[in-house]
């Protein structure tokens, strides 16, 4: 059973820095896709970065690039987000997401994906 646990949530202020993390235990994840989405209250469900394990190839939205990179650590079956330049409009829940289809690219919707952590809330303030 694929677990994920993110971490690293927190408040930060405006201009500030944040590294999430995704541990993943319970496989091999060198077929997986995995990413990261964001809830604020009241929106739906939105993608913000993506990388393919084994490849390290990523994809991100316009809305987070330049400022947010995805990156993985094999030998500790980590995936991190590192956040810069946050903004007040980036404060939702972060969830970590895992896609053990064998899909070809980098999905973008919810259901791309079959894995998902529990989330870890960042609050940016102004």
């Known amino acids: 059973q694929v677990q994920l646990v993110e971490s690293g949530g927190g408040l930060v202020q405006a201009g500030g820095s944040l590294r999430l993390s995704c541990a993943a235990s319970g496989r091999t994840f060198s077929g997986y896709v995995m990413a990261w989405f964001r809830q604020a209250p009241g929106k739906e469900r939105e993608f913000v970065a993506a990388i393919r394990w084994s490849s390290g190839i990523t994809a991100s939205p316009d809305s987070v690039k330049g400022r947010f990179t995805i990156s993985r650590d094999n030998a500790k079956n980590t995936v991190y987000l590192q956040m810069n330049s946050l903004e007040p409009e980036d404060t939702a829940v972060y969830y970590c997401?895992?896609?053990?289809?064998?899909?070809?690219?980098?999905?973008?919707?919810?259901?791309?994906?079959?894995?998902w952590g529990q989330g870890t809330q960042v609050t940016v303030s102004s």
């Open positions: 997401a895992a896609n053990s289809r064998g899909f070809s690219g980098i999905p973008y919707s919810v259901q791309g994906y079959n894995y």
